[in-house]
């Protein structure tokens, strides 16, 4: 029977052995504006889309008290913000600045939608 080496791996460089920090990782939080921004958009979606809350829940593949919390300002994540910004068709960035156009605007011109000629 051959015997077995163990191989470990061994770090060139690494002169310090310090172990990562204890506790919960760190979490970015959603300023107010980012939340009102979050909120609006769904909103927005919801009333140019979709019709009904349990609709874009289901579209966004999330509980409906999940999307009430953020728009009453309550919660609000990247994860949400992400799958918002794919499901509106508009980068991240777009949606958490406000430069989104409200779903009843030209999205051209920002001009009320009946009526209008870009």
């Known amino acids: 029977m ?6 470990h791996l061994r770090l060139i460089g690494a002169g310090t052995k310090q172990k990562p920090p204890k506790g919960k990782p760190v979490r970015m939080r959603f300023s107010d504006a980012h939340r009102h921004m979050l909120a609006v958009a769904i909103t927005s979606l919801k009333q140019s889309r979709f019709g009904t809350w349990r609709a874009l829940a289901e579209a966004l593949d999330m509980p409906q008290g999940t999307l ?3 728009c009453a300002g ?3 994540s990247m994860a ?35 009526g209008v000629k870009c």
């Open 2 to 7: 051959k015997e077995v080496r163990r191989r």
């Open 68 to 70: 009430h919390q953020v």
């Open 74 to 76: 309550r919660a609000g």
């Open 80 to 114: 949400l913000a992400y799958r918002v910004a794919a499901l509106a068709g508009v980068p991240l960035d777009v949606l958490l600045t406000g430069k989104i156009v409200a779903a009843d605007r030209c999205r051209e011109c920002g001009q009320p939608l009946p």
